[in-house]
């Protein structure tokens, strides 16, 4: 994707999906979601050192009381607490603060550093790398074999984790994704339906599953792997999945037969499967699995739930392990890449970009977004192209996963997501009640002299009252002014990747900019997003 494109597609995600649910001022009192909490912490951490005019011992430590209570309270292992916050504190110490940077500014873009080394370093650059290989490998994140024979990735883990459902979505994705043609192999012996279970997975996503027929707890793990790899190689499979049987508790005579599937298999990814909601208790298991079958990473499961969150910044630090992938959601497709500059941005609340844009540029080809791109810039954005904005970010998954991903809200409650969903419908309703020449010309309803009276056919077609009608008018004109004003600065058709901002220019920037302003609390959405 070109970074005019990725410009483009931004502009317009972004926008669409503020006008579905503007940024809130203020935080509901529900649960918080995975590191909602620390993202706070570090918010009031910039307070502390805001107006300082330099880092001390004293203030720093002061600033990161709450940061590590946080870390604690995520479940984070407790040896990766400490060397954070020793870390965070030597850096704030020796380094200078830069001119026209706020000291708390500087703070969040140090725990940002320390957030991405922690979880394995900045990888990100390999995704729109030049070379389509490492671009392939850099999405995938899985090592393939290029001697013809199918790559074999082996997944292992505790009983309850998600494996099997992993193994379904990995699955998908390197089809979908990578254009592999992929086969499970159901090698789970143990658990009653655990076969049926991968089947319908396989069917769902296209896939087939290599399977045997046996009674639970008689079949032989060790034969039906090898017979799987050897069925996956006669059909032309390049990618075998194997989805061994979850363990309750790390037995010897279960990792035993892990050991025997391995050596049997030979595979060139051992992954593990984990449950997020495992927290630090996520780190010791990981390295009790590679010391008894050695691994190449993790796939870290159930990362939209209620989790607490420490397995994230855990599993690396203590076990040495990289996470591969993640899952976002219950759906098949919810698999992603795990990039640490990326979830460092979602903990710290800055939203993820370049994944938000990622998942837009499936739901719109280059002539589309193009298209809708030239329309924006006239000021020519219509009700329909605003429809199939909404239809968009719909089909990009949960409304909440995606808003998310959206800087500045990292916070955004349960509540306020159902609010946000009830608008779309409100807001589709009154599109779908306008005729086909309104909704291409939105000046009609705004502008003409007929607008008031075309205003209350619309809502009474729709249900609605002549009110929310005209909120949702006002609303479409401050976002379409926004869209245009966003499209007049995405690079051109052509422009490389050296022609975009700097991060840390922009954190840079965004910090000024908050300095001149009078009053109020530095937001800390405001960094690395200007």
């Known amino acids: 994707m070109t970074m005019a494109r990725r410009a483009a597609t931004a502009a317009l995600v972004l926008a669409a999906a503020w006008a579905f649910a503007p940024p809130q001022t203020k935080r509901a009192t529900t649960q918080l979601y995975f590191f909602d909490k620390l993202a706070e912490s570090i918010t009031a951490a910039t307070d502390v050192l805001s107006g300082k005019s330099r880092m001390t011992e004293a203030n720093t430590k002061s600033a990161l009381r709450d940061v590590r209570r946080s870390l604690l ?7 990766v607490v400490d060397g954070f916050v020793e870390n965070v504190q030597a850096s704030a110490l020796d380094g200078e603060v830069a001119e026209g940077v706020d000291p708390g500014q500087q703070f969040v873009k140090i725990v940002y ?16 790398s030049d070379d389509p290989e490492a671009a392939a490998k850099a999405r995938a994140g899985l090592a393939y074999r290029d001697d013809g024979a199918p790559t074999v990735v082996l997944l292992c883990g505790l ?15 390197l089809k979908e994704e990578e254009g592999k043609t992929p086969m499970l192999v159901a090698a789970d012996v143990y658990r009653p339906a655990a076969v049926e279970q ?6 769902q996503v296209g896939v087939p599953v290599y399977a045997e027929a046996f009674e639970a707890g008689a079949g032989d793990a060790v034969a039906i792997a090898t017979a799987g790899v050897r069925a996956a190689k006669e059909r032309g499979a390049d990618v075998v999945i194997v989805d061994t049987a979850g363990r309750q508790v790390i037995e010897e005579s279960l990792m035993a037969e892990l ?22 208790d996520a780190a010791s298991l990981a390295k009790r699995f590679d010391d008894a079958c050695p691994l190449t990473g993790s796939v870290l499961t159930k990362l939209d739930g209620d989790a607490r969150g420490g397995a994230a910044l855990s599993v690396r630090a203590v076990s040495g392990k990289p996470i591969k992938f993640v899952g976002v959601g219950e759906k098949v497709g919810d698999l992603e890449p795990f990039f640490p500059a990326r979830m460092a941005s979602r903990i710290l609340g800055m939203g993820d970009v370049v994944s938000l844009v990622e998942k837009a540029s499936k739901q719109q080809s280059a002539a589309e977004a193009k298209a809708v791109m030239e329309r924006t810039k006239q000021a020519k954005f219509n009700f329909d192209d605003y429809l199939d904005q909404a239809r968009m970010v719909s089909n990009m ?24 969903e009830a608008k779309i419908k409100i807001q589709a309703s009154l599109i779908n009640s306008m005729t086909p020449k309104e ?32 909120q949702f008018l006002s609303e479409f004109q ?19 990747a050296a022609a975009a901002p700097d991060p840390d220019a922009l954190l840079n920037r965004a910090a000024r900019r908050a300095k001149k302003k009078k009053g109020g609390k530095r937001k800390l959405k405001t960094a690395g997003f200007g």
């Open 397 to 420: 998954g949960s409304f909440g996963a995606v808003a998310k991903m959206m800087p500045g809200m990292g916070g955004i409650d349960n509540d306020q997501i159902a609010a946000a």
């Open 73 to 79: 309270d995520a479940d984070v292992a407790k040896v």
């Open 439 to 470: 909704r291409g010309e939105p000046d009609l309803i705004i502008r003409d002299k007929s607008a008031l009276a075309r205003q209350k056919r619309i809502a009474a077609g729709s249900g609605r009252s002549v009110d929310q009608a005209k």
């Open 478 to 496: 401050q976002m379409r002014t926004m869209m245009a004003k966003m499209a007049g600065q995405a690079p051109p058709d052509g422009a490389d």
């Open 113 to 128: 550093d320390e957030l991405k080394r922690v979880m394995g370093g900045d990888d990100d650059e390999l995704l729109f």
């Open 198 to 203: 991968l089947q319908i997975l396989g069917e």
């Open 259 to 280: 050991r025997s599937v391995r050596a049997a298999t030979k595979p060139d990814e051992t992954l593990l499967v984990l449950d997020a909601m495992t927290g630090q």
């Open 159 to 173: 009983q309850g984790a998600g494996k099997t459902t992993a193994a379904a979505k990995l699955a998908l994705r």
